[in-house]
């Protein structure tokens, strides 16, 4: 149960304050496992939550990642629906639909809005000592997610342009094998990394359509910054295979992708139906969705 690993936890929120689950789960060396939070835990919370106060005069609960509780949840029903005298529950959650319903039904929601651009950008620049360049290319692909953004400063451009030019030449090119290929080395990075890729092939995707379609605003002096040259050849290429719709159903598969990645799906099979997906919709135009 959680108390089993204060220390841990204490250590983690000191040496990663925006850390999140599955940097929990290294810290504790569960990198591997699902996260859970179990019958017994759910029993230890009532038993705590029963004991009396003698410090203030209220008991506050705060459950952080209340996704993670499944049926188990149920025992806590009746106490979050009727709490005792000065008890207040908290459960910090980052995606409201994975909590149980019957959870949701019996708390006020307090949405937190995501970071603006600008804020992670100014972050980057005052905190971890990036260039402005580098800070706003980084906050673009950060999804308002500043621990997204810790994480990707930690990869150059070329880190994930030369991943990608290796699979879109896999992909369109060298057939079969250099796609068995590709799939096998990417299933060496972990989930995280994945995502990362992911995110930054979307992004990649994003600016072909805005060079597409805003082209001389790129072209501005001061404007070069937005879009590094490598970025912007690779984008080039992009847009000479691929049209706004081809574009868009391939954000929409990368998209679907990330979501299972989070959920344990396999890597390997995972990034080899999603190469043959790609395939298709850039060379034969297909798995185009229409609303």
Not at 25 to 30: N, P
Not at 46 to 52: E, F, H, S, T
Not at 174 to 179: S, Y
Request: proline share 3%; net charge negative.
């Amino acid at each position: 149960i959680s108390t089993d690993y204060i220390t841990e936890w204490r250590e983690f929120v000191a040496q990663y304050p925006y850390g999140n689950a599955f940097d929990w789960l290294q810290k504790i060396g569960a990198e591997n496992k699902q996260g859970n939070i179990t019958a017994q835990e759910c029993n230890d919370i009532i038993r705590k939550l029963n004991l009396k106060s003698f410090e203030s005069d209220y008991k506050i609960l705060l459950l952080w990642m209340p996704e993670y509780l499944g049926n188990e949840g149920n025992k806590l029903l009746k106490l979050i629906e009727e709490p005792p005298a000065n008890t207040l529950f908290i459960l910090v959650s980052e995606n409201e639909s994975l909590v149980l319903q019957t959870i949701i039904s019996r708390t006020q929601l307090v949405r937190i809005p995501a970071l603006q651009n600008h804020e992670i950008s100014e972050a980057l620049v005052s905190r971890a000592r990036v260039s402005p360049e580098q800070a706003a290319r980084t906050s673009a692909i950060s999804e308002g997610n500043y621990r997204e953004a810790l994480q990707s400063i930690q990869h150059t451009e070329e880190d994930w342009i030369d991943l990608l030019r290796e699979w879109l030449n896999a992909m369109l090119k060298n057939g079969p094998i250099a796609q068995v290929k590709w799939v096998e080395e990417i299933s060496k990075h972990g989930r995280e990394r994945q995502k990362q890729f992911l995110r930054y092939f979307n992004h990649l995707l994003e600016q072909s359509i805005r060079l597409r379609t805003m082209s001389e605003y790129y072209a501005e002096p001061g404007n070069e910054h937005l879009m590094p040259e490598m970025e912007r050849a690779l984008a080039a290429k992009i847009n000479a295979r691929a049209g706004i719709a081809e574009q868009q159903a391939m954000i929409e598969e990368i998209d679907r992708a990330s979501y299972y990645i989070e959920r344990n799906a396999n890597a390997k099979m995972l990034f080899l139906a999603l190469t043959i997906k790609l395939y298709h919709i850039i060379a034969d135009k297909s798995l185009i969705l229409v609303a």
